[in-house]
Every structure is written in C-alpha cells, then in structure tokens.
C-alpha cells in the first residue's frame, strides 16, 4: 500500500449509459494518458497543455484504436484530489471502459481501492472535516465488502492454483535466500537450469489463468442467472443450447447446493454466471413441490431469471406460483418447445405477469437469438446492477497476474544475462507478493519459515 | 546501608557487543558515562562463535563503522582470517566476514573503553533500575548495585546479553552461570517486572571447544582466507592490515555421528523438556538438524582457531546440550576428530530477556522514560546484531539527555534500521537473527556503500569527524561525475572500437554507443572498457567498484530507488505520540489492539503490523488529517 502513487478507476456505473469515464489520479496520471492518447490532429502532448482543458481524440492499445474519447485535464492542486487528474470520456461502453482502464493500468496505474478518490480528496485538504466520518464509513463498508466478496468471488480452484504457484515460488526463494545466508553449507551451482524449468512451468500456468481472465472468468462476476421451470420444460435442453451457442464454457463450479451447477458464459460481451438445478428431474412424486422450493430459493438470489415455460402444455397452479414469486425480480419467460403443438400463447401468460416473453424451441436453437438481443438491451437499458467492485476486485487480480507474469519473465531474462542468482530472488519475491494480492497474503513471515523448515543452516 | 557512590549522565549495564558500542558513543559524545560489567574479564567478550559479519551481519558492521561504531576498527586490529562471502552472487549480497582472536578483540575493545575520557569501567552487578514518578509515567533515575551503592544518572542502557537469569545446561547437568561459566545477573530480572517490563525466556547454544593438538588436520580440507582482503572499516586500507592469515578446516558429520545422537537423543534436555527457552532456527544444535533432516547423510563441521595463542578450536555446526560422554562420542566420530580432547563442552544457554514492542524505534522503553536496551537482551542473536542496537540506543540515550530528536534509520536507509523497525514493530518468538531477505531494498543497501549511505548520519551525530565525512562526500561527488560522464561519452564504431570489442568477445557496433551502455554488457565492464575510454582517470579500486556496480545493476537500482520513495511517503507520516486508538473509528479490534500497544511512530510502521489491514490504515489516516 502506498499513499502517492497513481490510481485509476472507472468513475461511472458499470453500465452502457452513453458515456463512460475512466478517472486517473496521481503524479504520473499525466504522462500515463499521454501514452496512450492521440489528440486529434494535435501532436501535442497533454503535459503541455493547460489545466482544466478538453481534448478530442483517440485512445490506442499500439497500433490499434480502442475507442474515441475526450480527455479533460485537471492539474494539481485544482482538482477532486488536489493530485494530477486526467479524465477520459469513452464512448464504446462497458467493454471498451474495461478496455482502457486496463491501458492505463498497464502502463502504470494502479487499480484504485474502494473509495480511494474520496480518501485523497480528504487527505490532501479537498475536502472538509464534517465528512471526513462518512469518507470513513465508506470506505470501511468498501472495504469489508471488496474483502469478503473477493475471497468469496475467488473460485476454489482458482485459490489452489494460486496457493500451488506460490508455494513453488517461495520454495526457490527459500533456496536461494538460505545459500545467500549460509554460502559454506548450501552451494547454488548449477541452480540456474533448474530454475529456467520451473519458472517456464509457471509462467505458463499464469498464462492459463490470464486467459481465462481476458474473458472475464477469474471471478465469478457475471449477472447471476437462474434458470427455472417445471420439469421437463426444457431447462437444460436451454442449458445447452446457450452453452452450445457459446464455446468459451469454463469448468464447472460446485454452487452451494449439491445438485446445483453453475456455468459462466459470455453472450456478446455478457457476462452471465448461469444457474442450472440439474436435479429436480430426476425426483418423483414430490417434484413439483420440490421444483417450486428450489425456484424460490434459486429466485431470491438471481439477477436475473430465465422462466422456462412448455408451451405444448396448459399452465397449471404450479405455474401461477412461480409466477408470483418471480413479481420482484428481472424475468425473461421463455415459451419453449414452439416447434411442437403449442396450447398456449403470450397472452396466457400476460394475464399473471408483465413479463418479458421469447418464444423459442431450445432444441432446433430458434429464438435464441431474439433472447439475446433482449438480454443486450436489458443489460445496455442498466436493467441489471452490475457489480462493479466486484469488477474492481476481478481487474486488482488481471493486473498481479500480469505483474507476476512480467517479474518471472524478468527472472528468465536474469538468467539468460547470467546476472548473480540474488538477482533472481529479488524477481520471485515480486512475483510472490503479486500473487499474494489476489487470495489476501503477503510475504511476511513465510520466507523465513520456509527457509528454516526447508534448508538446513548451519553454524 | 545504601549509599551514593556517584552521579553520572549515562549508566550502561553490561559491556558485550551492545554495551561498548552504547557507552562509547555516549561517551564521545561529552556525556560522563559509567559501563558496568559482571566481570572485568568479559568485556566484548565473544561466547560463541570466533567471527565477526557473515551474510548481513557484515552489513550490519559495515553500518555500524560509517556511523562511527567500534566494532569495524575492533576486528580489523585482532581479525585472523578475512573472507568476502558470496563474491561470485550480486553485490548486495557480498558480505564480509573475518575470523576473529577472541582474546585479543576482548583486550582491544577494553583498551578503546579505557582510553575514552568520559568513560568509567566498573565491575559490579547491577541489581535494580531506579525510577520515579512524573505526572503518572516512570523515568529513570539510575541504578543499584549488590553492595548497595547507587548511582545516579538520565539515562540507563541494559545490555545484558545472556546474563539475565542465566542457565547453562548439557545433558542432565544444569548450572546458574552466564557464558563461560561467568557469573549470572541474577537480581535485575525482578526489577524489570515490577517497573512494569515484560520479560521472557529465549536460548541459545553453543559448541564444544577442542584442543588443537588432538585433532588431524591432514584429512580436512583446509579453508583460507582472500588473497585480496577488505577491511570492516571505511577507515583502513587493505594494506594498513595485512597479516599472515590463519586457516579454517572443513571436515563432515557421517552416519556414524548421526547414530549416535539418535540413540541419545533421549538423553538431551531439549527433547525431554528440561529446557524451556526458545531456541533459533537459524543456528540449531547437531541434535536438531539429525532429527530435522532424517535425509542428510553428512553435516559441515568447521574447525576454527579461537585465537593465536591457544589451543583451542571452535567446532563450527556441531552446537550440542546432549551429556558430556555422548559429546566424546558425537565430536570424536567425525573425520579428524577421532582423538579429539575436549577444552570446553558444548552447551545450551536459557536466560531472559524481552519482548523488543515494548521498545519505541529509538529503543527507549515507552514504558520507563530515560530506560534504553539494545542487545540480545532485546531478543536479537548475534554479536553485530547486538552491536549495532548497542550503538543506536547509546546514540539516542545521550541525545534525549542533550534534548535532541532520535535518530531512526528506516529500512531504506540501512539493515541497522531493518533490524530495529523488525525488533520493535514484529514480534519475534526466536532470537532474531538479520538476514539479507529481510532488507527489501537490499540492492541500495551493499555493504559497499555503506559510507555514502550513513556518514552524514554519523557526522551530524558528531560520531564521525568533519575530515572523514568531507572524504566521503568527495567520493560520492567523484563517482556520480563519472557516471555522468560515461553516460554522456559516445564512441563511434570506428576501427579501433571495433577492434577492442572484437578481442574482448563481444558484439561490434552498429551505431554509436554510449561508454555506459558498452559497460553494461554482461560480457564487459567499466574496467575492461578502459582500453577505448580516452579521458579515462585513475581511481581508488573503491570508487571503481561503485562505478562498475551503479553502471550494470542501474535498472533494478533505480527500481528500487522508485520503491524507496513510495515507502518514504508513509515513513513519513507520524503518528502523535498520544493518540488515542479509541477514538479512531471504525478500527477491527485486532488492529486497534495491535496499534495501542505497540504505539507505531508513524504510518509506514503502522502499516507493518501484523494484523493491521489497508482498510484500518485508511481509517487512521483519515482520523490523523480530521484531527490535525
């Protein structure tokens, strides 16, 4: 933690309304912008221009053009947190926000903590006593959620993989560290070939996990999604063909309930997390009650609901039950099986709800498309509330990993350069306490501890 | 019937490692000090080891003589045999370490103490801390002696090493002395407690002693010093110091001394409880490691010289509190040692000492206003260890009675101020021993630059005289000149570069280069550059090395310069003296808990707390500004 580096973050909703703003902060915020922005017929560069100005142009990942943007300028001390604060306008919406946000991060900022803006504002005199209790509550509240909901976001299997990195990490370390300390007792000839192996191992396990992050899966942040429905209604028929629809279909994660599953599929940029109760079939005589029980349940903590309805059937008191229960939330009811004789239409089920209806056959795909295109313009209307700390917390953990990764190859190239071993220690520390980051530890005392419980010193 | 013998501005308890470093910067400093010590004989003695430095704890001395510390000038008079370790590794982690003739560093130091005017050597034990009350908080007042006479002084320093409450023990043998069999404190323990100081209980060990004329050298390896030595000190030339040196021999442990301490082991007090004091990891016994590492078939054994004219050989890595008959057995199973006479057991020593959060950073005891410790008695291992918070503590004892501000060191700043800032900031359940892990900015902090780092500390202390000082200033100005100057020389990929660059093996040029940029290449150096720098002047080997080291490790240099600033920024934001954690809102219990007893003196320590999170840090700025 450091107090004057550079911060950035989204400043606006996590949602596609118009326009959205990437807020940067700090002493390199300026320089930072100008990497990557290109002012339309300008070569200027904005260290030159004035405070409180704006400025059209481009924002470039190299050669490639990510967005077109405005960028307003505020140098210290005139500005929210009495720091240099560049402010970028984009227009492309959520992607592309991520998209830049990520530029600047790469070329040098820091992903802000929840309510760090606010908390300069304050530190530096911005703003006054009487809310300095409330800048505190915030960011306590942040603080405890950002906690909780990224060790909880965090995939069992993804904190194993980590723990399993660093542990391979510490060991070399630990090493190292122990012939540095005790040069008589342990020698490090020869060493440098072992290490070219395990850190190429782990570099491409890092990889792995970078891909997986790119298409927003590190965590599970995308819309909670519930699929419901009587048995046989089509649910997993729905199921599949959505996963069908979508290749990038990560491995399967074990929800709280036993027979629950969840998938995280992206639909044009979308990311839904998308619940399945597998078992509801296989149940016998009290399956519908069972069905409603665990639609109720599964309703409750859903973003957003898909109500898969058999068309070819009549609706039933289980039926108007579901239906109820599904008032509060953000529904799509989905008439499936139109490819067979349908007994009822839309209207029958307007006269329970206002929801949205699509009609579609999961089994031949059609329709499908159509749910797509409304689920787009739910999600661009900001019908569903995006979580963004959780995006926050997901963008914290991109950013170590690609720090991880830039320190072990910079282990590599030590070794390539044969530079003095200590050198190679100083890059796996890096790449540890990176690592650290995203499941909540630091080094502390561990390499102390693995020195002594792995390496006998002498004396 | 008490009476007062005399007063004093500083009294030092105890004269090991810490408490000659504590007394003589007191005293040269202009404050009348008095050091007592148990024992006459025991001044810098070294118990255990015959070395000063090694990895880090050459650092530490390095520091410590920039500073204007003894220690460095100490072992360059009475060192045997001087190695630079890890010469072929980085140089953050070169470190020097010499062998030292214990007699003769002891009788050194003494004569320094005795030639320091202002500075009183007395032997006696002293049984109590004297303190009053002031406006509800203690404040030294000075300390008693067993024959009752008190003397009065500002500020007291306890260094009492391993003397507290001592115990030595082998096998089912246990004896109430200090070290060597040196009488043990026995009274001032209980002192501690009732000023309200929290004491706990560590040990340590040490090996057996061995008579050289029984062991055959001729099946060991023999280990020699450099050819090229480095003196400890910024003070001495190489040749200022030359000497003869004399060898160290390596030899091993086998399966059948393994066995041996196997089928004993039941028989060792640390297995069946007898000793309750925490141990290190870092310098476990031969018992500990045969039973910890099941898998080695064979330990290092170094035999060292004690000193010139003895006979006795410390025998490095073997540390035992296993009963003396099994000793005869373990020491005389190992290649050479066959016939091996023993001058001295090995054995375990307990003692207390204490918990050092309960120490600010100048190593003052929050508790007791005046009361300064440094030293093993502060939970730390190690004889330069001990010194360098000697030398703090006596530095910042004689500025608070001079109503001047403490001096701190940060982490940035040198080991000294790793070790301290880990001391009074970390709990520790071990003797804490320095190691270079532990310093994160360790590529500043080379025991190369250790003048250029701390001189101008040691110089505004007024340890350290302006002629030195201005000498190094001079060498900082002449090294970054140069570097400036290699930067900024270009050399055209003429026939005779290309040449050059040819008979050295390494790429010819395309374009112009800079000279620093032919340095860096791995292949090449400042040195080996010479032949193609035409404006080249002659320069010590010292500013040469600087040169060399600042051209090629300038990327990871300069990184951590970056690093270092980000960290200055929390250091320094300081926490009042008198906050009130309570106040803080929205603090987790454990941190408020953590904060309120240890009392960081500002953010950057804070932030180093176990158990204190970002989130709490955030709170306490915020509280800090609000209530500015």
């Known amino acids: ?459 | 019937m008490p009476f007062l013998e005399e007063s004093y501005d500083v009294v030092v308890v105890g004269a090991g490692h810490a408490g000659c470093e504590a007394a003589l910067a007191c005293a040269r400093l202009g404050l009348e000090t008095i050091i007592f010590t148990v024992s006459m004989d025991s001044v810098a003695l070294m118990p255990c080891n015959p070395n000063v430095g090694g990895s880090s704890k050459g650092h530490l001395v390095r520091e410590l003589d920039a500073l204007g510390g003894e220690m460095g000038k100490n072992i360059d008079k009475t060192y045997l045999q001087s190695k630079m370790l890890n010469r072929s590794k980085g140089p953050a982690v070169h470190s020097l370490r010499a062998q030292a003739d214990k007699a003769e560093y002891s009788r050194k130091m003494r004569m320094v103490l005795e030639d320091t005017e202002h500075l009183t050597l007395r032997q006696a034990e002293v049984c109590e801390i004297l303190a009053e009350d002031v406006d509800g908080s203690k404040k030294v007042t000075g300390v008693k002696i067993t024959s009752g006479a008190t003397f009065y002084a500002k500020a007291v320093i306890l260094c009492t090493g391993t003397y507290l409450k001592a115990r030595c023990i082998y096998g089912d043998v246990s004896t109430p002395t200090g070290p060597n069999g040196l009488m043990a404190a026995t009274k001032l323990t209980d002192s501690l407690i009732s000023l309200g100081i929290e004491v706990r209980r560590f040990k340590t060990g040490t090996p057996a002693r061995i008579d050289k004329r029984s062991i055959d050298f001729s099946v060991m390896e023999e280990q020699k010093g450099d050819e090229e030595i480095v003196p400890f000190s910024f003070t001495n030339k190489a040749e200022d110091i030359e000497r003869e040196q004399i060898s160290c021999w390596l030899t091993y442990t086998n399966e059948e001394t393994h066995k041996i301490i196997k089928d004993n082991i039941d028989r060792s007090p640390l297995f069946s409880g007898a000793i309750e004091g925490t141990g290190p990891r870092y310098c476990p016994s031969i018992e500990d490691k045969v039973v910890k590492f099941p898998d080695k078939e064979r330990h290092q054994v170094f035999i060292e010289p004690e000193g010139e004219y003895t006979n006795e050989m410390y025998i490095g890595g073997m540390s035992s509190s296993l009963p003396e008959d099994v000793q005869y057995a373990m020491y005389r199973s190992v290649k050479g040692l066959e016939n091996a006479k023993i001058v001295r057991n090995a054995y375990a020593i307990e003692y207390d000492c204490i918990n050092a959060l309960q120490l600010k950073p100048s190593l003052e005891f929050k508790k007791v206003s005046g009361l300064f410790s440094g030293g093993q008695f502060n939970g730390s291992s190690g004889y330069e260890e001990a010194a360098a918070q000697g030398l703090m503590a006596g530095i910042n004892a004689a500025r608070k009675i001079q109503g001047k501000e403490a001096i701190v060191l940060d982490r940035s700043q040198g080991y000294i101020g790793v070790l301290i800032d880990d001391l009074v900031t970390k709990e520790t359940f071990e003797p804490y021993r320095m190691m270079t892990s532990r310093a994160e900015y360790r590529l500043l902090l080379r025991q190369d630059n250790a003048d250029i780092r701390l001189s101008k500390i040691g110089y505004e202390v007024g340890l350290i005289d302006q002629e030195r000082y201005e000498k190094v200033v001079r060498k900082e100005e002449i090294i970054n000149q140069e570097i400036e100057r290699l930067e900024n020389t270009k050399v055209g990929a003429n026939a005779k570069v290309q040449a050059f660059l040819e008979s050295v093996g390494s790429a010819t040029l395309k374009t112009a280069s800079t000279l620093a940029d032919l340095a860096r290449r791995p292949e090449l150096s400042y040195e080996i550059i010479q032949d193609i720098d035409e404006e080249r002047e002659e320069f010590e080997k010292e500013i040469i090395e600087q040169i060399d080291i600042h051209l090629k490790y300038n990327g990871y240099i300069e990184r951590q310069k970056s690093q270092v600033n980000k960290f200055k920024v929390m250091e320094s934001r300081a926490i009042p003296e008198d906050i009130d954690y309570n106040e803080v809102n929205s603090l987790r219990k454990e941190a408020r808990q953590k904060l309120e007893s240890i009392r960081p003196i500002n953010i950057g320590q804070a932030s180093r707390i176990s158990g204190v999170s970002p989130a709490d840090i955030s709170m306490l700025l915020v509280y800090l500004e609000a209530h500015k």
């Open chain 1, 1 to 459: 933690m450091f107090l004057n580096d550079t911060i950035a973050s989204i400043a606006t909703a996590m949602t596609n309304s118009g326009i959205g703003i990437i807020r940067v902060s700090g002493p390199e915020s300026i320089s930072i912008v100008d990497k990557i922005f290109v002012a339309k017929n300008r070569n200027k560069k904005l260290a030159d221009r004035n405070t409180y100005t704006a400025h059209y142009g481009f924002i470039y990942d190299g050669e490639e053009m990510v967005d077109e943007c405005v960028v307003l300028l505020m140098k210290a001390p005139n500005s929210y947190t009495k720091e240099d604060v560049v402010e970028i306008d984009c227009h492309g919406g959520v992607m592309v926000m991520k998209k830049v946000l990520e530029l600047v991060i790469r070329n040098g900022a820091r992903p802000a903590e929840p309510g760090e803006f606010t908390k300069r504002a304050f530190l530096n005199g911005r703003i006054d006593l009487s809310q300095a209790e409330s800048v505190m509550d915030i960011i306590h509240s942040k603080n405890e959620f950002a906690l909780k909901s990224s060790l909880k976001q965090l995939r069992g299997s993804l904190k194993e993989e980590i723990t399993g990195l660093r542990k391979n990490i510490l060991h070399e370390i630990a090493f190292i560290e122990s012939a540095l300390d005790d040069p008589e007792h342990i020698s490090l000839d020869g060493y440098a070939d072992n290490l070219k192996v395990v850190v190429t191992e782990e570099l491409k396990r890092i990889e792995k996990m970078l891909e997986s992050t790119d298409n927003g899966r590190i965590l599970k942040e995308g819309i909670k999604t519930a699929i419901i429905g009587k048995p046989n209604a089509g649910k997993s028929t729905l199921l599949n063909s959505i996963l069908g629809e979508e290749r990038a279909i990560v491995t399967e994660i074990a929800g709280t309930t036993r027979d629950t599953l969840e998938e995280a599929v992206s639909i044009h940029g979308i990311p839904l997390n998308i619940i399945d109760t597998a078992g509801i079939r296989s149940t016998e005589d009290v399956v519908e009650k069972i069905g409603v029980n665990k639609a109720k349940e599964m309703a409750k903590d859903a973003d957003l609901v898909l109500y898969v309805i058999d068309a070819s059937k009549e609706l039933d008191e289980d039926d108007k039950n579901i239906m109820e229960l599904l008032k509060e939330k953000k529904v799509i009811a989905l008439m499936n099986k139109m490819d067979l004789d349908t007994v009822i239409s839309k209207e029958d089920i307007r006269v329970f709800s206002d929801m949205a209806v699509v009609e579609i056959s999961a089994k031949h795909n059609d329709g499908m498309q159509e749910l797509y295109d409304l689920l787009k313009d739910m999600f661009f209307d900001g019908n569903f509330s995006f979580n963004d700390e959780i995006y926050i917390t997901n963008m914290r953990h991109k950013t170590a990993l690609l720090n991880a990764k830039d320190n072990l190859l910079q282990v590599l190239t030590s070794i390539e350069n044969e530079m003095p071993e200590d050198f190679y220690s100083i890059d796996l520390m890096a790449a540890y306490e990176e690592l650290g980051y995203i499941i909540g530890e630091s080094l502390g005392e561990d390499l102390v501890n693995e020195i002594f419980s792995s390496f006998c010193m002498g004396k």
